[in-house]
């Protein structure tokens, strides 16, 4: 009996990044609805439009559509933001909420990098009347 232990290769440990649209399942009653379909014909926002460019700073996020974050994609920069337990709760009720209710399997990261373009966005959009400004200007 070998005493080496066995790794997986690395086509196993990378996976793709682009989102995969599920297979839907054949017995009839229990098709999986499409994004369209479960919002009346309208985009979800779950998959990334994959043709955008990443343009950086508050430039590149206003100049894409409003509020879109940068999607399922390969992240070069990463930064650590500290949270307190009651913020990490609420986190995670959301991207449950977001599964549960809406059907999207969204990792917490996506749902952090979304509210950032948003606010930015936002920030772009309305200077100083943006809803970031008045958050941050509060005590």
Do not use: C, W
């Not at 043709?51 to 590149?60: F, L, Q, R």
Request: charged share 25%; net charge neutral; proline share 8%.
């Amino acid at each position: 009996m070998p005493r080496r232990v066995s790794l997986p290769g690395a086509s196993e440990l990378f996976r793709p990044t682009q989102p995969v649209e599920p297979a839907p399942t054949s017995s009839p009653g229990h098709a999986i609805p499409t994004p369209e379909q479960r919002n009346g014909g309208e985009s979800s926002g779950v998959e990334s439009s994959g043709g955008e460019s990443n343009g950086g700073g508050a430039e590149g996020l206003a100049t894409r559509a409003p509020g879109r974050g940068s999607g399922r994609v390969r992240h070069d920069e990463k930064i650590t933001v500290y949270v307190s337990s009651d913020e990490l709760v609420a986190l995670e009720q959301a991207r449950l909420t977001l599964r549960a209710e809406h059907g999207m399997a969204v990792d917490r990261g996506r749902i952090v990098r979304e509210a950032i373009s948003a606010a930015i966005a936002d920030l772009a959009r309305r200077g100083a009347d943006s809803d970031l400004v008045r958050r941050l200007a509060s005590p």
